[in-house]
């Protein structure tokens, strides 16, 4: 199995006494001492060929660390990065004083260890100068747009994939180009301007967790572009690459804490730290159209087609983070690792993986699936990042029509066991209703959140109300058998509770 997968550990002694932690600026590197790794490469040096829209955790963790890494090997200093945000200040206020610095600790079961990533050159707010980021879209230099907007971001019909002509961002984008509001009306507009220039265009490389990312983003762009100018669509439509990519590394939300533990143990005061795992994975297909970053020299894995590592990733990492993130919660547990430590849970998610979604999978070229599922339990369960639960069931109408209910539908088509995603989707909707098994709050962090949780909460075990809601569930509610499944899981789980709900279905025989 040859992954991107960067195994990290640390002596684990606690720093001395006498560490004195410094605000986190250029100026300051030199003063870390053997605390951390700092940027050895000569930051002002590098060219800005990228521009990445929205600027979180998982960017910082991740794609900046790659390119990072380019740049600490002397591969090339010919890509930095600027971040664009399009939301809020938040990520601004925290970077620029820093003069974009930030740290990444890396932690796992036997150590951690921390890095400062130097690769962002600048960051702006678009909204504070619409046309500085216009400009820097349409500067020669900049080769790649990339963007982790999330799935709803893209504004496609989940069953169709037109674009929403009629959301009113884009409405406002379309009668003023020059100030845009949507990261849609940016590259567009950024688009046009090279065109009219004669310079080449931008490659876009979606990092977001949906099904073929590379094609949403080209669906969403040029159905912009078409509402704008069809010549302008035709001319992206033939122009610009948009290649699909697989992101992989668990990135949990930084608590307020860990800005004074990483101060306490490696000297830094940094305003935004990142805490995340030591796996990291990225495949991206090799389609650009406007030179391709040496990221394959640093662990990138450029393949022709990115479907296969798709699938992987999202029907068993993303969709396992779904069910395990509700069941969990509804069982009144607070982080993944804690529900790994429960055998019960532990068993249900290897069966669930292993005996209903595997075998509609696609192997990956160069992937051992069987030791992929292995570092996923290990993932899981790592206590070091204790991911939390309300992280995992955070927009749910957007992430099981992508990562569970896929899976879902072809195991009803094929007639293949679905007992275990049945529970997996049951307890969603339960989940729905707002309260644990205990009768605990739980909050429901969804853009449907209102009408989810009166449906779920008029229908109870019925789940018919929710069936209904076709964008979502598409023509599970037609199947009767399967609705009287759904609903005998809904009444389990509120009889038995999901533990020994989870016991049962897990001892029962495949089927």
């Keep these: 199995m040859t992954q ?33 790794s700092v940027p050895t490469y000569d930051r002002a040096a590098l060219t800005p060929a990228v521009v990445h829209f929205s600027v979180g955790g998982f960017h910082r963790a991740h794609q900046l660390l790659y390119f990072d890494e380019v740049a600490e090997r002397r591969i090339s200093s010919g890509w930095g990065v600027v971040g664009v945000g399009l939301h809020s200040r938040t990520m601004k206020d925290a970077l620029a004083p820093q003069d974009h610095l930030y740290t990444v600790v890396e932690r796992s079961p036997d150590g951690e260890r921390a890095r400062v990533v130097g690769v962002m050159v600048d960051y702006h707010f678009a909204p504070d100068d619409p046309a500085r980021v216009l400009d820097l879209l349409t500067d020669e230099r900049t080769r790649m747009v990339s963007l982790t907007i999330t799935g709803s971001g893209y504004r496609l019909s989940p069953s169709t994939r037109t674009f929403d002509a009629d959301d009113v961002d884009i409405q406002a984008d379309l009668r003023s180009p020059a100030t845009p509001r949507t990261v849609f009306g940016y590259l567009v507009e950024a688009l046009d301007r090279r065109r009219r220039a004669g310079l080449a265009p931008f490659t876009v490389v979606s990092c977001d967790n949906m099904h073929r990312n ?12 078409r509402l704008r100018d069809e010549v302008l669509a035709r001319w992206i439509s033939d122009r610009v690459a948009f290649p699909s990519s697989m992101v992989d590394r668990i990135t949990p939300h930084t608590p307020p804490g860990e800005r004074e533990a990483v101060a306490r143990r490696y000297g830094v005061d940094d305003r935004w730290p990142v805490i995340t795992e030591p796996f990291s994975q990225w495949v991206i297909e090799d389609t650009f159209c406007n030179g391709r970053p040496p990221l394959d020299e640093v662990g990138v894995r450029f393949v022709p087609d990115v479907a296969a590592y798709e699938l992987m990733k999202t029907r068993l990492l993303n969709a396992s983070h779904c069910a395990l ?28 993986m292993d005996d209903e979604v595997t075998p509609l999978l696609p192997e990956p070229p160069g992937i051992d699936l069987a030791d992929y599922k292995r570092t996923l339990l290990q993932r899981f369960a790592n206590p070091a990042i204790s991911d939390g639960l309300p992280r995992l069931c955070r927009r749910g109408s957007t992430k099981m029509p992508h990562h569970l209910l896929p899976s879902l539908h072809e195991a009803l088509a094929s007639g293949r066991p679905h007992r275990l995603l049945t529970l997996g989707l049951a307890g969603w909707l339960r989940y729905l209703r707002g309260t644990d098994e205990r009768g605990g709050p739980l909050v429901i962090d969804d853009p449907h959140a ?8 008029a229908g109870g075990d019925d789940p018919r109300p929710l069936l209904d809601l076709r964008s979502i569930f598409g023509g599970l509610g037609d199947d009767a058998a399967f609705v009287a499944a759904l609903r005998e899981a809904l009444v389990r789980l509120d009889r038995d509770g999901v533990r020994a709900t989870l016991a049962a279905a897990t001892a029962a025989p495949l089927h």
């Design 450 to 457: 209102e009408l989810l949780r009166a449906r779920a909460r």
């Design 214 to 225: 590379g094609d949403a983003a080209r669906d969403a762009v040029v159905g912009f572009a």
């Design 4 to 36: 991107v997968e960067v195994l990290l550990s640390s002596t684990g002694a606690a720093p001395p006494a006498n560490v004195v932690a410094h605000p986190l600026t250029q100026s300051s590197l030199g003063r870390y001492g053997d605390q951390l």
């Design 325 to 352: 993130g509700y069941l969990g919660s509804l069982a009144g547990l607070r982080s993944l690792d804690e529900v790994m430590a429960e055998p019960v849970f532990a068993r249900y998610v290897e069966r669930m």
